[in-house]
């Protein structure tokens, strides 16, 4: 099913209705681009985070309800994890990110004062509660930014305020 060619760069595994990552995906040490799209996935193993040279990693239209700590080490650049279930992050894990798509998940955690400098493309559209305080300050990079409006008249209780 997967290639055994150590220099393997782009490795596409959507639509394969996997439950979880096959082993030999942690043994392709010069993956850049890895598509887990489209399966039934519900954790990203950390294993994921230790490959070296792993750029870009889509995981949407999964399961997946958190992001793992890993993250904030990893060499992954661009990250697209929509439609899934992600309700909670800890922002100190997207500083190296530059493109982050989490739209359409679950994420109800207010508002966020993490200085993100090397992210150029968000996009945190149909969560329930997200935002980026001071976002000439916490996101001087950015040029795409999709976002949804926060309704007049409505304000975030203190307790979902997420300060880090």
Known sequence: ???????LRKLNLSHK?????PDEVFRLKQLRVLDLSYNNLTVIPEAIFKLPHLRTLVISHNYISSLPFALGTSPIQDLIVDYNNIDFILPITLTGLRKLIISHNRLNIGIINTPLPSMHHLDIRHNPAIQFADRTHNLPNISRYYHDPIPDGILMPTGMQYYM
């Open 1 to 7: 099913m997967i290639s055994t060619n150590p220099n």
């Open 17 to 21: 209705d996997l439950t979880e990552i």
